[in-house]
Nanobody, 112 residues
Framework: QVQFVESGGGLVQPGGSLRLSCAAS?????MGWFRQAPGKQRELVAT???????INLEFVKGRFTISRDNAKNTMYLQMNSLKPEDTAIYYC?????????WGQGTQVTVSL
């Protein structure tokens, strides 16, 4: 069973930064970061694979960067210039369907 463990979230002020980590139990080529705000649908934030990087969410372009360490089966999301609208639970999974069971996610709260 493929498992994901997200970490690195927390409470930050607007303009602050966080780096999220996603530890996977196996190596998967194509991975993505998702987020889900209260009362809203889960949305794809960014993806990374051997084919490159895509920032899927226009709202975070220029502020978020996705990366990974393949040797560690770990993916990262560097979030800078955080805004209150970024408040959500952040998850990782394969992108574009065929999802494995979702982890618990990591809570990011951006608030004064």
């Amino acid at each position: 069973q493929v498992q994901f463990v997200e970490s690195g979230g927390g409470l930050v002020q607007p303009g602050g930064s966080l780096r999220l980590s996603c530890a996977a139990s196996v190596n998967i080529d194509a991975m993505g970061w998702f987020r889900q705000a209260p009362g809203k649908q889960r949305e794809l934030v960014a993806t990374i694979s051997s084919g490159g990087i895509t920032i899927n969410l226009e709202f975070v372009k220029g502020r978020f960067t996705i990366s990974r360490d393949n040797a560690k089966n770990t993916m990262y999301l560097q979030m800078n210039s955080l805004k209150p609208e970024d408040t959500a639970i952040y998850y990782c999974n394969v992108p574009y369907g065929g999802y494995y069971p979702w982890g618990q996610g990591t809570q990011v709260t951006v608030s004064l």
